[in-house]
């Protein structure tokens, strides 16, 4: 296993160093002037070349990238252009709220959506297969901020159960939660079914019905766990993009995380932040990829193998 697990490592970082040029280049390739914009409409052009050289922006591409990789690696992410603030300061205020979003979201949606497909197939062509396909299919469809929104209206406005934004306490989470795991809910339903139909074919599961083992056993210890490699495989590309993809539940319920840093930034071209999110929201994404990869071992040793 630490074999496998340093060959996964290794990969990692020449991807990483992949990922830092096109995060570079493509910020460089946005339309506008960083230098016009903080200096400001009425700023002469001796002013917005002053404040291009002080950001380095009269330099060559490649001396910008040496350094711009030299800050990161000294653990500087830049200013802000809008407000001036460090970058990584506001980027560590902004991380746990989204970290805690999406952590609650995966949780219940990968729970419920396994349960629901291990049930589905169990009870294949009954009514709790058609219950459970009706629920994937809707969780699917509805779209996600006006699931938001209606939720807002019943839980919040008319009920009072939870606030209609903010957290506040654990109740900010419960709505937005649901709204942005309900689709990774559904697919993880979908494909949990589908993993657990094709296990249940197999000859071993005839076989350890013929040996006598209860049905729990059999669909548990033995179909369970060999279905769950395609699970954990969607489960970690989900969970990728629920980092990167809260940007529409955190403007919904005025969640103060990095989907809606970004969206602010957005609006008013502030780079240096760009920059940083979509770095961050790269490292993230492959160190899920690097944990599923290394899951993969545990589930199926045969992996482990082929690898060495």
Do not use: C
């Not at 200013?79 to 609650?104: A, H, Q």
């Not at 492959?286 to 990869?293: A, G």
């Amino acid at each position: 296993m630490g074999r496998y697990a340093l060959q996964r490592l290794a990969g990692v970082v020449p991807l990483m160093l992949v990922v830092s040029v096109l995060v570079f280049m493509f910020i460089h390739l946005i339309p506008g002037d960083p230098a016009r914009l903080i200096a400001g409409k009425e700023a002469t052009l001796k002013e917005i070349d002053a404040i291009r050289a002080q950001l380095g922006l009269d330099q060559p591409l490649w001396k910008q990238y040496i350094g711009y990789m030299n800050n990161l690696l000294h653990g500087n992410f830049g200013y802000s252009i809008r407000s001036g603030l460090p970058v990584g300061e506001m980027l560590k205020s902004r991380f746990m709220p989204t970290i805690w979003l999406t952590v609650f979201s995966m949780s219940w949606a990968l729970v419920i959506g396994v349960l629901i497909g291990i049930v589905s197939s169990v009870k294949r062509n009954r009514w709790q297969d058609y219950a459970g396909m009706i629920t994937a299919i809707s969780g699917i469809s509805v779209p996600g901020f006006w699931l938001g929104l209606v939720m807002i209206q019943i839980f919040s406005v008319e009920l009072g159960w939870f606030p209609t934004g903010g957290i506040d306490s654990w109740k900010g989470y419960v709505l937005p939660s649901i709204t942005l795991g309900a689709g990774i809910m559904s697919m993880l339903a979908r494909f949990s079914r589908s993993s657990m139909l094709e296990s249940m074919r197999e000859d071993y599961i005839r076989t350890a019905r013929a040996k006598g083992l209860r049905e729990l056993l059999v669909v548990g210890r033995h179909a369970l766990r060999n279905s769950l490699i395609q699970v954990v495989t969607v489960a970690g590309l989900q969970f990728g993009f629920l980092l990167g993809g809260s940007v529409m539940v955190e403007t919904v319920f005025s969640i103060p995380g990095l989907g809606r840093l970004l969206v602010d930034s957005i609006a008013f071209r502030d780079y240096t932040v760009i920059q940083a999110e979509l770095l961050l929201f790269a490292t993230e994404f492959i160190l899920i990829n690097l944990v599923v990869d290394l899951l993969y071992g545990v589930l199926n040793p045969k992996i482990r193998y082929d690898a060495n």
